[in-house]
């Protein structure tokens, strides 16, 4: 997220899209929702948003190399 161009989605909430991106969502087992006319970036920032928790619930989750 830190990379992400806010200047070039002006309706984008950037205090919104930066809280969603501490993942306390995850741990609060809520839902995001992202609304919007095709091309205006959903995709972008639902993989932003969604791979890092992603990326740690798998790490931690899968078998150690030689175990398994």
């Known amino acids: 997220?830190?990379?992400?161009?806010?200047?070039?989605?002006p309706s984008l909430n950037k205090t919104l899209v930066l809280e969603l991106a501490r993942c306390e969502y995850v741990a609060r087992r809520?839902?995001?929702?992202a609304l919007?006319?095709?091309?205006?970036?959903?995709?972008?920032?639902?993989?932003?948003?969604?791979?890092p928790p992603a990326r740690r619930t798998c790490r931690s989750a899968s078998p150690r190399r030689g175990h398994g």
């Open 30 to 33: 809520e839902n995001v929702i």
């Open 1 to 9: 997220m830190a990379r992400l161009a806010f200047t070039a989605l």
């Open 36 to 51: 919007g006319n095709s091309g205006t970036g959903k995709t972008h920032i639902a993989l932003g948003l969604g791979l």
